[in-house]
């Protein structure tokens, strides 16, 4: 009964390569959001999705592409990784209409490029 | 622009009282929430502040101050389980983006 899941855990590929990361969450949250995480720690917010808008932060390059086939889930695509890639990547979701907005995270998915 | 500042790092000792601070530059925001991050795993809400003043959580408080640009987690009785990361975030009112703070990470020495 995972509330926020991602799969897989690990992922470990060589540059070049094209993945991509599954989100599931079962909270009946309206929206979904992308995290990455870096070595020094810091969360930095890649995407965020309801059913009615996809928010891109314009600093994330294009070779990253949210698809969410429905409501409960959000999936990244990554294209052509490169080093500066590896980083943990964090899939959560909130319901904006609920005060306070607490944002549930999944487990994290670790992406080594090598 | 819209920031958020933590200290990078503070260290105490078990059973103390310690303060992680958040100051914040954005000009308007909805509420200051924080995020606990144990090393290998994933953030977990600890805390809201819709209003100025404390709100307290068993061992955990948080307070904020608007007029201040201001806003701390205080965690007293401190466990050796209590070494995590902390978080502030806010959502800022004019474009509803989140911003986070960069963590504070919290040792605590027996």
């Known amino acids: 009964d995972t509330a926020v899941s991602q799969t897989p855990k690990y992922l470990v590929t060589q540059m070049g390569n094209d993945k991509s990361i599954k989100c599931e969450q079962n909270l009946g949250h309206d929206t979904m959001y992308w995290y990455k995480q870096d070595s020094k720690k810091f969360l930095k917010i890649m995407f965020s999705?309801?059913?009615?808008?996809?928010?891109i932060n314009e600093t994330v390059p294009n070779r990253f592409s949210p698809k969410s086939p429905d409501k409960a889930h959000l999936n990244l695509h990554i294209n052509s990784l490169e080093l500066g890639d590896s980083a943990v990547y964090f899939c959560?979701?909130?319901?904006?209409?609920?005060?306070?907005?607490?944002?549930?995270f999944g487990p994290g998915t670790r992406l080594l490029v090598l | 622009g819209q920031s958020l500042e933590q200290p990078s790092e503070v260290t105490a000792v078990e059973g103390a009282i310690v303060q992680i601070n958040c100051t914040y530059q954005?000009?308007?925001?909805?509420?200051l929430s924080w995020y606990q991050q144990h090393d290998g795993g994933a953030p977990t809400f600890l805390s809201y502040n819709a209003l100025d003043g404390l709100e307290e959580t068993g061992r955990f408080s948080s307070f904020l101050s608007r007029s201040d640009s201001y806003g701390y987690l205080l965690l007293q009785e401190l466990q050796m389980k209590d070494s995590a990361s902390y978080f502030c975030?806010?959502?800022?009112?004019?474009?509803?983006?989140?911003?986070w703070g960069a963590g504070t990470k919290l040792i605590i020495k027996p």
């Open positions: 975030a806010v959502r800022a009112i004019s474009n509803y983006q989140l911003i």
């Open positions: 954005t000009s308007g925001f909805y509420g």
């Open positions: 959560a979701s909130s319901q904006d209409s609920e005060a306070p907005e607490t944002q549930y």
């Open positions: 999705y309801n059913n009615k808008e996809l928010i």
